[in-house]
């Protein structure tokens, strides 16, 4: 499986990681960006792992659990 990100996904992915790196411990956006690659990684892996969108059955959105942000796919 190839993954394409789209520029809404890399415009998040910079405002996410801009948004926690004011934080006072710079470790925390480190972690969040390490979370959402991980996740990347895993529907790479098993990619009917999210779960269905209703009315959208070509998308599958997987949560990041302990962030407020889903991964989605199409």
């Known amino acids: 499986m190839k993954v394409e990100y789209s520029a809404k996904f890399l415009a998040d992915l910079s405002s996410i990681a801009a948004y926690y790196a004011g934080f006072s411990d710079p470790t925390v956006s480190e ?3 390490a979370r959402i690659h ?5 529907v790479l ?5 999210g ?5 959208r059955p070509d998308v599958r959105v997987v949560p990041l659990l302990s962030y407020p942000y889903v991964i989605s796919t199409a």
Do not use: D, F, L
């Open 51 to 55: 779960r269905r969108v209703a009315n």
């Open 45 to 49: 892996i098993a990619p009917e792992s």
């Open 31 to 33: 972690r969040v960006m």
């Open 38 to 42: 991980e996740v990347v990684a895993r």
